[in-house]
């Protein structure tokens, strides 16, 4: 009777390890060929700046996706309106396209109106904002073309926002939004602001605005619609009828209290911001889940350079090497964010949801290049499909209507 059990236990054993092997991820080191961002960002860029880039192979450590079962197909997701995907070209402006999309969606949730706001007009003021902070700080603020998502409704607060055609920051002829000159531009002469001790506020944001003027042009101080004049703040709050106060910002760190409301310590929020809710990592994901079923749209940010984000297939997972699903909690998510790991790379725009195997998969709307690698003539062009796994590890931030954060708001401390 013992052989048999023990020779039951064996062949049991050697079933279960044969069983988990398949289902541990591998990776290969993958020498990327260029993708739209070399092969439509740049030609547009050197058609229309005369710059000369040599496309270069990328080698990257990703996931081998052969055999998985991956919901990629768009169609098969539950989606809230969203304008289509455009491109922010060679900017750092992520934060500024995702989180327009969000309130496009909410606009039209809210009132049914399908409108195409300006990114480039909050791009515009949000330079003015860091030139003046600059100086305010004399020099040690971060001044870059990164922001958080939060940054959209604090420049629509002071300036209000026009439409798309109002302000397309484009010159004639010019096809993908390049900053990189106009950076240069703006970064030189604030370190020789710095270096010389010129720390005169009026002078700095004319030389600032002359610089985004010559680049982006003059922004708009009234536009025409239906015959009628308004101000940029005035759409805002008489056309567009947007609450900006009813939006929230929402973080899950270990290393803050829960049930406040605190700074999100990255590079982007060069103000400082400390007004994230904090919450439980299970709550942080029941808004998401909740959000998205709810016909509300979630603006997220995180990073996007794991081995298990992989622009070409349009996926972000987790894969086993890096930490098995079951394992992924508040201590896995803290300990990459410590290292850094776990970066703030990329702001995007979670439109749409589908269940699979007891688990969310979500369709996040982008502006980066990765997403367009598939293809113009592709449905998901602009588009990946993240699982709730990476949503949970490494998405760090989300902005979402306060309504869902109804519940929590009464555990936080005044």
């Known amino acids: 009777m013992k052989k048999i059990v023990l020779t039951i236990a064996l062949v049991t054993s050697f079933v279960a390890l044969f069983a988990q092997a398949p289902g541990k991820d591998k990776a290969v080191f993958k020498d990327y060929q260029p993708g739209f961002y070399q092969n439509f960002i740049l030609k547009g860029i050197e058609e229309f700046n005369q710059q000369q880039e040599t496309p270069k192979n990328d080698r990257r450590f990703k996931i081998v996706l052969s055999g998985m079962n991956l919901p990629t197909n768009i169609d098969l997701y539950n989606k809230q309106w969203c304008n289509e995907p455009i491109s922010q070209g060679n900017t750092g402006t992520c934060w500024c396209f995702s989180t327009t999309s969000y309130y496009e969606s909410e606009i039209f949730r809210l009132t049914k109106q399908k409108v195409k706001l300006s990114e480039m007009y909050t791009v515009y003021w949000?330079?003015?904002?860091k030139a003046r902070y600059f100086v305010k700080t004399r020099g040690t603020s971060a001044f870059g073309e990164g922001s958080e998502a939060n940054a959209v409704k604090r420049i629509w607060l002071i300036y209000g926002i026009v439409p798309e055609d109002a302000y397309t920051g484009f010159k004639p002829g010019q096809t993908y939004h390049n900053h990189s000159k106009m950076f240069d531009e703006m970064?030189?002469?604030?370190?020789?602001?710095?270096?010389n001790d010129a720390w005169n506020e009026d002078a700095v944001l004319s030389t600032i605005k002359s610089i985004l003027n010559s680049?982006?042009?003059?922004?708009?101080?009234?536009?025409m619609l239906n015959g009628k004049d308004y101000t940029p703040m005035e759409y805002l709050n008489d056309y567009l009828k947007l609450n900006l106060n009813d939006y929230v910002d929402?973080?899950?760190?270990?290393?803050?209290p829960y049930y406040q409301q605190v700074e999100y310590i990255v590079p982007d929020n060069w103000w400082h911001n400390a007004d994230y809710y904090n919450i439980p990592l299970d709550d942080y994901m029941k808004i998401v889940k909740a959000s998205i079923r709810k016909g509300y749209t979630v603006g997220i940010g995180g990073d996007v350079s794991e081995a298990g984000f992989e622009p070409f297939a349009q996926v972000a997972i987790i894969p086993s090497f890096d930490i098995p699903s079951e394992y992924i909690d508040e201590y896995a998510r803290q300990f990459r964010f410590s290292n850094k790991t776990t970066t703030d790379d990329h702001g995007l725009h979670i439109v749409g949801y589908i269940e699979k195997d007891g688990k969310?998969?979500?369709?996040?709307?982008?502006?980066?290049?990765?997403?367009?690698?598939?293809?113009?003539?592709?449905?998901?062009f602009g588009?990946?499909?993240?699982?709730?796994d990476y949503v949970k590890l490494k998405i760090m931030d989300i902005i979402v209507h306060k309504d869902m954060l109804k519940d929590y708001l009464p555990m936080f401390k005044k």
């Open 126 to 129: 949000e330079y003015v904002e």
């Open 187 to 195: 970064d030189t002469y604030l370190k020789f602001v710095k270096t």
């Open 215 to 223: 680049y982006l042009g003059v922004p708009p101080t009234k536009i």
């Open 250 to 256: 929402v973080t899950s760190l270990l290393e803050k």
């Open 360 to 380: 969310d998969w979500y369709l996040v709307k982008d502006s980066g290049s990765g997403s367009r690698n598939v293809g113009k003539q592709s449905k998901s």
């Open 383 to 388: 588009y990946y499909f993240f699982s709730e």
